[in-house]
């Protein structure tokens, strides 16, 4: 028997014994469904880069660390960038690279575009100081066929000889106080292809001067130089140009000038392969309507830069070198400062 509460009259409880009711038995046990708590990430800081760069490359380095570093690094690059509005308003990629361009770099840049899922125009964070012509070339071509007819770039500090050919495949080129362009001067063996040129004329003037010593430069010249040489360094300079005006005429109806005189200028007008072009010059060269100048995608370029150097300068301490290119979701590498090239 239970107890059953009824109403309560002038301050007393009554109770009314009732029957107990049987309880029916249940035939079949229902599964519970475990409450799932998730738990929240841990967001990955500077710390965790540090001890990520320790762990893989630190005097125990593992092997499974080094597979682990470059992921832990990208996790962290892109959960501090993807916060800014820039990222939802392109596809981004990054060519952050202390070395050279090098063909292979160029399989990176597709493996990162042919992954986009949305349709949206490519930003392209570049920081280079040039290297392969042809790379360079294929990545301004695969940067315009993949960025639906608006491609950007934005240089956070300097983009050199053949990354200044990338550029001349963009729509609008971002700059700020310190961003720089450079001559598309193709160098071979570590010498730049007009120079030979040049020495030839200087040589040339020299004998005008002191027409006595021309047999001495005749011969200096037949031992040192063979003649096939000096128009192979020309061509060289020329399938630079011609690179470059392919590339500018990818975007024709934005150039104030022709794809040819901007692509002259670029190649034979500057006498120093490091002759800085600045942002004034620059717009000089391609125009207003090209050379954007302390915009919101610069200003993102330069957030990058400043990530990404600051991780290059960790990893310079276990003598490495790093270089970012592709996408957000794409893993940094890093070459081994101790072996030669």
């Known amino acids: 028997m239970k107890s059953e509460k009824k109403d309560v009259q002038d301050g007393e409880k009554v109770e009314k014994a009732v029957a107990k009711k ?48 470059p992921k832990i690094i990208s996790q962290y690059l892109k959960a501090k960038l993807s916060k800014n509005p820039i990222y939802d308003k392109y596809n981004v990629l990054i060519l952050f690279d202390e070395n050279s361009l090098v063909k292979g770099d160029s399989d990176k840049i597709y493996n990162a575009v042919t992954k986009f899922t949305e349709s949206k125009p490519i930003l392209l964070i570049l920081y280079s100081r040039g290297g392969s012509a042809a790379s ?41 106080s310190l961003s720089e362009l ?8 570590g010498l730049p292809a007009l120079g030979l040129k040049n020495s030839v004329e200087h040589i040339a003037e020299l004998v005008k001067l002191h027409q006595e010593s021309s047999s001495m430069f005749a011969e200096y010249l ?17 399938s630079a140009q011609q690179y470059a005006e392919k590339l500018l005429l990818t975007h024709k109806e934005n150039l104030k000038r022709s794809e ?66 592709g996408s957000l979701d794409t893993d940094i590498s890093f070459l081994d400062m101790n072996k030669k090239e």
Request: with cysteine; proline share 4%; aromatic share 10%.
């Open 136 to 176: 360079a070339y294929l990545i301004g071509k695969l940067c315009r066929e993949y960025a639906k007819n608006e491609f950007h770039v934005a240089v956070p500090r300097f983009a050199k000889s053949a990354a200044t050919m990338i550029c001349c495949a963009a729509n609008n080129i971002h700059m700020g």
């Open 22 to 69: 049987p309880i029916a038995k249940k035939t079949k046990e229902e599964p519970v469904a475990p409450e799932i708590k998730k738990e929240e990430e841990k967001a990955i800081d500077v710390k965790d880069v540090i001890n990520a760069l320790f762990r893989a490359y630190g005097e125990n380095g593992t092997d499974e660390a080094k597979r682990n570093c």
């Open 222 to 238: 037949n031992k040192s130089l063979p003649l096939i040489q000096i128009g192979y360094y020309e061509r060289v300079a020329e």
């Open 260 to 325: 040819k005189d901007i692509a002259q200028e670029l190649v034979y007008k500057y006498k120093d392969h490091g002759f800085v072009i600045d942002r004034a010059e620059a717009a000089q060269i391609f125009g207003d309507e090209i050379i954007k100048s302390n915009t919101d995608e610069y200003e993102f370029s330069n957030m990058v830069y400043t990530e990404l150097t600051m991780i290059s300068s960790i990893s310079n301490w276990f003598k490495r070198s790093p270089y970012y290119i």
């Open 182 to 189: 450079g001559p598309i001067d193709p160098q071979i063996n």
